[in-house]
């Protein structure tokens, strides 16, 4: 069994929803044109792989962007009940959801991390590396971060676009703005006062692992070994060599599956490329057990 720890999708009634709020979303994130992404009937009949069950996140459309804080918790909470409802209908297929907060409403979006611990399909929430045009790491989020860890609920990190810059791109825009994100939060001392909070990583921890002497020698060595408290996932399109670096920096027990389906690889995602690249790891049968289902599960587990 494979558990696929960061994938997507845009729930049909949530996708309506925000189409009735702006028509020009396809436009607007064109990436979102994937028929798989979408339509659960075509998401089911090219899976991937039967051996792979989805841990599935709303792909970055977020209504705190477009609507006030009422509306978007709202808006959330109605896409998370949708989201625990397919998980429950597919179970097949979906091992988990992860839910949708709204940034620009923090008392609900704690009232939703709640809801999200008492769902039986949900295991966790989606974090962003901005919200409203800051650093997930500014003191106006930390509420968000220190109930996660009192609830031991996982925080998915995913990127966006920093909207200050002229030209932001897909092939690296991202994976800068996971690193800093991450830097920003060591440097908050997030994991001082929650010492037990879990972030998974999308990327393979982007730059950090390639970059890992340059915050050993610049950060001071508390700051430097707080980068080993994320989690990280596979989702970088195949190279092995570069797996390989992220396992050697995060340590294998915080390398998690995970694809970024159904991007990047037409209908249906990267699970045949991110598989064959762990396979050829020269690694135990028992270090590709840990990375294709085992973390997964001990990073739900409460520490």
Not at 60 to 69: C, H, K, L, Y
Not at 165 to 177: A, I
Not at 220 to 232: C, G, L, S, T
Request: proline share 6%.
């Amino acid at each position: 069994m494979k558990i696929d720890a960061f994938a997507h999708i845009l729930t049909p009634d949530f996708y309506q929803t925000m189409l009735k709020i702006d028509a020009t979303i396809p436009q607007k994130y064109p990436f979102i044109k994937i028929e798989t992404l979408v339509d659960l009937n075509q998401r089911i009949a090219n899976w991937p792989d039967k051996n792979t069950k989805q841990v599935i996140s709303f792909a970055n459309i977020n209504p705190e962007d477009f609507v006030d804080g009422e509306k978007a918790s709202q808006i959330a909470q109605e896409a998370n009940q949708e989201l625990s409802t397919i998980v429950a209908f597919y179970p097949d297929y979906f091992e988990a959801g992860v839910g949708m907060l709204a940034l620009n409403n923090v008392p609900a979006s704690l009232e939703i991390l709640e809801k999200i611990k008492a769902d039986k399909n949900l295991v966790g929430a989606q974090i962003f590396t901005r919200h409203l045009g800051k650093s997930i790491a500014d003191p106006e989020f930390e509420p968000i971060l220190l109930k996660a860890a009192e609830l031991h609920l996982p925080l998915w990190l995913h990127p966006v676009f920093d909207n200050r810059k002229p030209d932001n791109n897909l092939v690296f825009s991202w994976e800068y703005e996971l690193s800093q994100a991450m830097l920003q939060l060591v440097q908050s001392d997030i994991f001082k006062k929650a010492p037990n909070l879990k972030i998974l990583v999308h990327h393979a921890g982007a730059m950090a692992p390639f970059f890992s002497d340059r915050i050993n020698h610049i950060l001071d060595p508390e700051h430097a070994e707080m980068f080993k408290n994320f989690y990280v996932d596979t989702a970088i399109l195949g190279n092995t060599p570069a797996l390989q670096l992220t396992i050697d920096y995060f340590g294998i027990n915080h390398v998690l599956f995970g694809t970024d389906a159904p991007f990047a690889v037409m209908p249906s995602g990267a699970d045949e490329l991110v598989s064959n690249a762990i396979e050829n790891l020269d690694i135990s049968d028992l270090y590709d057990k840990k990375i294709f289902e085992t973390n997964y599960y001990h990073m739900l587990e409460r520490q």
